[in-house]
């Protein structure tokens, strides 16, 4: 912290040079003590913006430090080496300590002077200040946070993690590589005794979940070194040796360095699966019936802060699903019309079925099928990357490439998702699309799916994030599910108004996903608050979207392990658009669509209130600049 001192210390006095080099020197020996006083409080003045500002980032700069220092999990995703040979703590203890760091945190930011902070240096403390208060306020329910769950966790993590994130340019990398491999013993063994405590509390994930981290566990300890007589490589011992043979290291240490992986992967995370695998069977055999959080400790208490939280708004769970069942009907009946371009005989239940089983619909379940997806995904992204500047000053540096989720992982894996690259630059954006059921991904909603995930969603949104400047990187580093995925969404439809969808299923397509997320809203506050079933809500999605039935299946069981989640990308969506349509009124032919966006991504994500108060200023400084311009002509 004392080089944070000092360099505050320095832009003081730097500040104040540059004033009084400003100064021509006969002009302040004729200077009157009144203006000299004057002239003092100025650089007074001047010298409390900069000392409190300069304040500011080095604390949230002192925290995102720490924060890299703690969890080496964190820095690898953030593109840091620091703990790069390790997998970090995963104990309840480390929570308690996590909760104290930010209520400290909390108390320090609580003393800046925020009248001394210029507009942009509030936003921050605002946005970085909204963002421990979510953390301190959620983990008052972190018992109830599931440990395990087939959607994403331990024990996909780790193969995810070494193979996608653990770059390798160095042997010392390569080394830290095989450490994590034989850490993965210790960290396993931290997870299962949160997993027995999480049990002794009543807190299980749904039964029907076991089965599929019981498959996705014993796919990741298949093949070979763990079964010597398979046909197939283990995709870490794959990936390992990938990444040995690009050192080109010399025979004698390269073979060295395969067998430590090799035995390290069946003498340490070989067992380590089996521990975990034993503790998911045994917690199999007990959990109980259930789906909803409503069923936890404190669970309907839990389930309105997971909304506030997600949404970053006040919105109760019914309020929420009535908000949905509007959508619902906003969207059936724009559906309708297009049934009737495309001249449609029957009613919208009837198209749905057709959208659904057509054959013409669908890449065939083949490699040259799964190849054709991901070719016409680079196409439409590609296509749009043309056209961005005309809606975007400010565009993302980093390369955005399109992968198929991998098959250790793809079962259980979402449809499609985005991995943001690091703010060095050294990884690209990858927007992850899932080839597992060729059935569940049809072509009229890859449009859709890759403005999403892609440009101009998530990787403008994310990478332009990342590649701020100026801006603390525990600022940039803030998550609200509602802005983000609510830009994710938003991006879906400005795609229609940027020209694409030409082809009306496609623009069908744009009209399924949004229905998607509106039905996201009556499902995810059903199962949570009405206490669904899982059947109730898979039937719901079923009779009213046009998704394939186990596409439904997977996303209704998404929605249940991570309950108010979904519920975040419609509300957010409609913020957005609401402030764009308002500023549009209020400012007329002054309005600018570039810098409306720009706005809203400049400065990374935050609370919806706060993207509101923005661009509401903007409206007002754009209105009153406008005012003095027709004045002065």
């Not at 020197?25 to 300069?54: I, L």
């Not at 007589?229 to 395969?258: G, H, R």
């Not at 009946?333 to 009737?340: C, G, S």
Request: hydrophobic share 35%.
């Amino acid at each position: 912290m004392n080089i944070y001192k000092k360099t505050a210390l320095g832009a003081v006095i730097a500040t104040v040079s540059l004033i009084m080099a400003g100064c021509d020197s006969s002009q302040q020996a004729q200077t009157s003590a009144q203006e000299s006083s004057v002239q003092e409080k100025t650089a007074s003045n001047e010298q409390t913006v900069v000392s409190e500002k300069e304040k500011l980032i080095a604390l949230l700069d002192g925290y995102y430090q720490e924060n890299l220092e703690r969890s080496p999990i964190f820095a690898s995703f953030r593109g840091s080496k620091l703990g790069y040979d390790q997998w970090g703590d995963m104990s309840a203890e480390y929570d308690e300590e996590t909760h104290q760091i930010n209520l400290t945190r909390r108390e320090a930011l609580n003393q800046i002077d925020e009248s001394a902070l210029d507009d942009q240096a509030k936003l921050t403390l605002a946005i970085s200040k909204s963002r421990l208060d979510r953390s301190i306020k959620i983990y008052e329910f972190s018992d109830n946070d599931y440990v395990m769950q087939q959607f994403r966790a331990w024990h996909t993590l780790v193969p995810s993690l070494l193979i996608n994130i653990h770059r390798v340019s160095s042997e010392e990398e390569l080394q830290a590589y095989v450490s994590r491999l034989e850490k993965v013993g210790p960290l396993f063994d931290q997870v299962i005794t949160l997993m027995k405590a999480q049990a002794e509390l009543g807190v299980y994930p749904p039964q029907w979940s076991y089965p599929q981290m019981l498959e996705a566990s014993k796919n990741i300890i298949s093949g070979v070194p763990f079964d010597k007589d398979s046909d197939t490589e283990n995709p870490i011992y794959s990936d390992f040796k990938v990444k040995l043979e690009s050192l080109s290291l010399d025979d004698e240490t390269s073979v060295a360095y395969l067998e430590k992986a090799t035995s390290a992967l069946t003498d340490i995370v070989l067992p380590a699966y089996h521990k975990i695998i034993a503790e998911l069977e045994s917690q199999a055999e007990v959990a109980p019936e259930g789906d909803g959080v409503w069923r936890l400790p404190n669970g309907e208490a839990y389930y309105n802060r997971l909304l506030n939280h997600y949404t970053t708004t006040d919105l109760n769970a019914e309020q929420v699903h009535q908000l949905g069942l509007e959508n619902v009907e906003r969207i059936h009946n724009e559906m309708r019309v297009i049934m009737k371009q495309v001249g449609f005989e029957g009613d919208l239940q009837a198209f749905f079925a057709f959208m659904r089983e057509d054959q013409q619909f669908f890449y065939p379940e083949t490699d040259e099928g799964r190849a054709d997806y991901l070719a016409a995904s680079v196409k439409a992204i590609d296509e749009m990357r043309e056209v961005l500047p005309q809606y975007f000053g400010i565009l993302p540096k980093a390369e955005l490439t399109v992968k198929r989720v991998e098959e250790f992982r793809e079962k259980s894996a979402g449809k499609a998702f985005y991995q943001g690259p690091p703010p060095d630059g050294s990884r690209p954006g990858i927007y992850y699309v899932n080839l597992y059921r060729m059935a569940d991904m049809p072509k009229y909603q890859m449009e859709a799916l890759a403005y999403h995930e892609g440009i101009p969603g998530h990787h403008n949104q994310l990478a332009i994030t990342a590649e701020l400047q100026g801006l603390p990187e525990f600022q940039k580093n803030a998550r609200f599910t509602a802005f983000t995925e609510g830009w994710g969404l938003y991006s879906e439809y400005l795609g229609k108004e940027m020209g694409f969808y030409q082809d009306p299923y496609s623009d069908f397509g744009r009209l399924a996903m949004e229905l998607w997320r509106a039905c996201r809203l009556v499902v995810d506050t059903g199962i949570h608050s009405k206490q669904w079933s899982r059947e109730e809500a898979i039937k719901y999605l079923q009779d009213n979207t046009p998704n394939p039935a186990n596409d439904t299946v997977k996303a209704i069981e998404r929605y249940i392990v991570y309950p108010g989640q979904a519920t975040a990308y419609l509300i957010g969506k409609i913020k957005i658009l609401e402030l764009r349509e308002s500023a549009k009124v209020a400012l007329g032919d002054k309005f600018d669509i570039r810098r409306f966006h720009d706005l809203v991504l400049e400065d990374g994500p935050m609370p919806l209130s706060m993207l509101e108060a923005k661009i509401d200023a903007w409206v007002k400084s754009a209105k009153q600049d406008s005012q003095v311009a027709h004045s002065n002509h």
